[in-house]
C-alpha cells in the first residue's frame, strides 16, 4: 500500500447510502472509486454463469483471481462495470447476484484473492473506498473511517423504492427478510465480518437524506485532511 495516498473507507451493510456517498465524494474530490462490493458480485456472477456451486471455494477464489473486469467511470454518473467484454451493471444490482454476492463473500480464499486486486486502486490523488471491510481489513490505515448504518426496515424500504422506480414488482417483506439474512450472514462469517473499525465514525441514517449522509461526510473528510472549504 502506499502510504501516502490518501484513502477514505466508508463500510457498512447494504441499503444504508454508502454507494451513492462514494460516488459523489469521488467526484467532488477527484478522488479514484473502489466499489469493493462490485467485486464481490463480478465474482459471484461469473461463477453463477459458470454453473459452479457458490460453496466451492477453491474455484469461486480462482474465479476471483482471474476476473476481467474493468470499470469505465464518468464523471458525473455511476461506472460501467464490463466483465468479460459485457457490460453488467444492471445485472449485479438484482437481488439474486446480491445474495450470492454475500455467499461467496463469506469464503477465506475468495477474499484473499481480492485483497491485494482492491488495495490496487490506491492511487494518486485519493481514493474513496465503499465496502464491508474496508476500514479493519484493506486499507487499516485509513485517513478516515466512516461506517453507515439504518434501519432494516428503513433499508428494505429505499430497496423497494428503487425497484419500483425501475419498473419492477417487490415484496417489501420479503425484502426484508433477505436484508436481515444477508446482515447476519454478513456480521457471523469467519473471514472479515461487517462491523465498524476501533477507530472509525459511524452514522446513522435511517432519518438523514443523502444531502445531509454527503454534507457530514464532506466536513470529516474536509478535516481529516486538511482541505480547503471550497474543495
Not at 451513492?20 to 467485486?39: E, P, V
Request: charged share 25%; hydrophobic share 40%; proline share 4%.
Amino acid at each position: 500500500m502506499n502510504a501516502r495516498v490518501p484513502v477514505i473507507t466508508v463500510d457498512g451493510p447494504s441499503g444504508v447510502g454508502k454507494g451513492t456517498l462514494c460516488q459523489w465524494l469521488a467526484n467532488r474530490l477527484g478522488f479514484h472509486l473502489l466499489d469493493s462490493g462490485a467485486l464481490y458480485r463480478l465474482t459471484a456472477l461469473a461463477a453463477l454463469r459458470r454453473n459452479l456451486a457458490l460453496e466451492d471455494e477453491i474455484q469461486v477464489a480462482a474465479v476471483a483471481a482471474g476476473l476481467e473486469v474493468e470499470f469505465q467511470a464518468g464523471i458525473e454518473e455511476s461506472p460501467r462495470i464490463v466483465l468479460e467484454g459485457e457490460e453488467v451493471g444492471a445485472e449485479l444490482r438484482s437481488e439474486t447476484c446480491g445474495n450470492a454476492a454475500s455467499r461467496v463473500a463469506a469464503l477465506p480464499a475468495v477474499r484473499a484473492a481480492l485483497l491485494q486486486r482492491q488495495r490496487d486502486f490506491r492511487q494518486p490523488p485519493g481514493l474513496i473506498a465503499d465496502g464491508r471491510d474496508m476500514g479493519t481489513v484493506v486499507f487499516p490505515d485509513a485517513d478516515l473511517k466512516l461506517f453507515l448504518t439504518a434501519s432494516a426496515e428503513e433499508r428494505a424500504r429505499r430497496r423497494h423504492n428503487q425497484l419500483s422506480e425501475q419498473g419492477l414488482n417487490a415484496n417489501l417483506k420479503n425484502l426484508a427478510d433477505e436484508i436481515a439474512e444477508r446482515d447476519a450472514r454478513d456480521r457471523q462469517r469467519a473471514a472479515a465480518p461487517l462491523r465498524p473499525a476501533a477507530d472509525a465514525e459511524t452514522l446513522d441514517t435511517t432519518r438523514l437524506s443523502i444531502t445531509e449522509v454527503c454534507d457530514w461526510a464532506l466536513m470529516r473528510t474536509r478535516q481529516s485532511l486538511g482541505l480547503p472549504k471550497n474543495c
